[in-house]
């Protein structure tokens, strides 16, 4: 293990103050296995974690038989896991690898493996029937759909490929798919397209994959929306920019699955001018707390909300424990905050108190190779 500080990343008295509140209600709890989408060439990664203590024990490579895994989800029985790999070529054609795994004992047993739309696959997600899973390509600005039986993926049943792109020549010349997402009710789904700066939106037919044109959220012309959440009440929804550090909250129809723009929140200190991208976005099981992560200026940007509206209070800005934070979750008993450090090869805990939603500005850091997703059961 690494310790780490803002100054060197040693425990502060806070978060070492929220920790003994935590470790008292689960000092009896057991180590619990996590695994951690990995960049490198061992493309999936086992820790032990303790909700206790807040401390990550490496298990190892969890399979070797993926590489340059950008996003893991688990099936909803947490039986499987489906993977996203950003690859340039998979079973010799110009595409991604989307591939699925059985949990057995902690480890992973392949079992299967498809080709995507095109390369540069970097995200999926699993429709809440869990028959339906939706795969984004980065690159090759695609996406795709799985029907999933027992945990084994169909080939592609849908794909499509888009060819809108922004002002930005240098990060939109072509369009980027870079994250799939479903409806609250399961009947919509959700491509957000950075280059194209647009939210594509779809029927879903959950019992064939296919997906038909049902609409588009246009956002600003060059903010690249990266990631779109809905919050638990069920009509608010929050698309992260990239290329601007911005939020845009959203209000959703339920009759047709549109997307309409209720407020831009900005996620930069006024003072800040250098290079900058949002990433990626939490919200409490309560829908009481939303947070934000921003690279460059690395940050985690904590809201208070209101259940009802999904509207946005700033709380405060706080430590990510390394430099581009690519992806971070809370643990299942919301007391730890975990941030996937990309560039710095780190996993970091940050302690929460699960009342102010307040996260500690120091924790602990662990070793991790390119950590890119950590999933929980």
């Not at 989307?98 to 540069?120: C, K, T």
């Not at 072509?174 to 409806?183: D, E, G, N, R, V």
């Amino acid at each position: 293990m690494k310790t780490l500080t803002r100054r060197d990343f040693l425990i502060s008295a806070s978060a070492a103050t929220l920790a003994t509140a935590v470790a008292p209600a689960f000092a009896a709890a057991s180590s619990q296995r996590i695994f951690i989408g990995s960049g490198s060439p061992d493309g999936i990664l086992a820790y032990d974690w303790n909700p206790a203590t807040g401390e990550l024990t490496s298990a190892g490579v969890a399979t070797a038989s993926v590489s340059k895994v950008a996003w893991l989800a688990y099936s909803a029985d947490r039986k499987s896991i489906f993977s996203a790999s950003e690859l340039t070529s998979f079973n010799g054609k110009p595409t991604g690898e989307v591939a699925s795994f059985r949990v057995e004992n902690g480890d992973l047993n392949p079992l299967s493996a498809r080709n995507s739309a095109s390369v540069g696959t970097c995200h999926v997600a699993l429709d809440q029937t869990g028959k339906v899973l939706l795969a984004a390509d980065y690159v090759g600005g695609s996406a795709a759909s799985f029907l999933v039986d027992a945990g084994n993926l169909s080939p592609a049943v849908w794909t499509e490929h888009y060819t809108a792109h922004g002002p930005d020549p240098v990060r939109q010349p072509t369009a980027h798919a870079h994250f799939a997402s479903f409806s609250p009710d399961n009947r919509f789904a959700y491509i957000n397209d950075l280059g194209g700066d647009s939210i594509h939106i779809y029927n879903l037919n959950a019992d064939t994959a296919m997906l038909t044109p049902a609409g588009t959220y246009q956002a600003k012309p060059g903010v690249g929306p990266r990631t779109l959440h809905f919050h638990p009440n069920g009509h608010t929804a929050y698309s992260i920019n990239e290329l601007v550090s911005t939020v845009d909250v959203l209000e959703w129809n339920k009759t047709d699955g549109s997307l309409k723009l209720v407020k831009n929140i900005d996620l930069l200190p006024a003072a800040f001018h250098g290079p900058s991208t949002a990433c990626d976005t939490v919200i409490s099981k309560d829908g009481r707390f939303v947070y934000f992560a921003n690279r460059g200026n690395d940050f985690l940007y904590s809201f208070r909300t209101d259940p009802k509206t999904g509207s946005l209070t700033p709380m405060s800005r706080s430590n990510c424990g390394g430099k581009t934070p690519r992806n971070f979750v809370l643990d299942p008993t919301e007391r730890w905050m975990l941030v996937a450090n990309q560039d710095s090869n780190l996993i970091s805990v940050f302690a929460r108190d699960t009342k102010t939603g307040m996260l500690a500005q120091e924790g602990k850091s662990f070793a991790a190779a390119t950590p890119m997703r950590i999933l929980f059961p």
